[in-house]
């Protein structure tokens, strides 16, 4: 069965910080994606990449970066220069290929991050 | 492009009732999802609906339903509501393909009293 584990229930930085969100998967799959989703205050989950299983590029997205190696099963989530704006709830998650994994994401337990300014 | 509506956004209900939430998923989005965040089970996934079908169910009792519209719209129905049924439901559409992304709607916000 698939799983998402994040380690980290909590961060706390100061502003202009560098801060990394671990995130690992297990999925028997050959095939699948994984996400970062970020959950402000709002509630509102808030898409911010996606990835699939065959592609291992890093990717850079202004002060965003991810690291996708799939050897360690990890897709981890830097953000560079933190700013208060980003604290927020980040969760990764999994969606697997098949019909049985029509529309769900298994997600991890989410890491808090506060920035202090 | 508006986003993911869902109504509505507070919600008090009593243990034995019954209530139905709502979602409107992005224009030319035929897939919508749902999910309950709890603070002790985190983000947990109850069904898929695709083209007015349930493609995908996940692990909740019986109480928990839903349906979709010709128009793409879902509803979710709890009956015979329990005190742990108290959380943020959110529903997601998605294009359609069972990888595409998901948009998330902002949620509603259920307490059983």
């Known amino acids: 069965a698939q799983k998402v584990t994040q380690a980290q229930t909590e961060i706390s930085v100061v502003e202009k910080e560098d801060v990394t969100l671990d995130c690992v998967y297990e999925?028997?799959?050959?095939?699948?994606?994984l996400f970062w989703y970020k959950q402000p205050p709002s509630g509102e989950l808030v898409f911010l990449i996606r990835?699939?299983?065959?592609?291992?590029q890093n990717e850079i997205s202004g002060r965003y970066s991810w690291n996708f190696q799939k050897s360690t099963s990890s897709f981890n989530f830097t953000i560079t220069a933190s700013q208060v704006v980003d604290s927020a709830v980040y969760f990764c998650a999994l969606s697997e290929s098949g019909g049985t994994s029509y529309g769900k994401l298994t997600f991890g337990q989410g890491t808090i991050l506060t920035v202090h300014p | 492009k508006a986003g993911v509506t869902q109504t509505p956004r507070y919600l008090i209900k009593t243990r034995g009732q019954q209530v139905t939430l709502s979602c409107s998923p992005i224009s030319g989005h035929r897939s919508v999802s749902w999910y309950q965040q709890t603070p002790g089970q985190g983000l947990q996934f109850l069904f898929e609906y695709f083209s007015e079908t349930q493609r995908n169910k996940g692990n909740f009792p019986g109480r928990f339903s839903g349906r979709q519209f010709s128009n793409s719209r879902s509803e979710m129905n709890v009956s015979t509501l329990e005190l742990g049924d108290s959380a943020l439901y959110l529903c997601a559409s998605a294009v359609g393909g069972y990888t595409d992304t998901q948009y998330f709607g902002p949620g509603t916000r259920l307490t059983v009293l």
């Open positions: 999925t028997r799959d050959t095939t699948y994606y």
């Open positions: 990835r699939n299983s065959f592609d291992e």
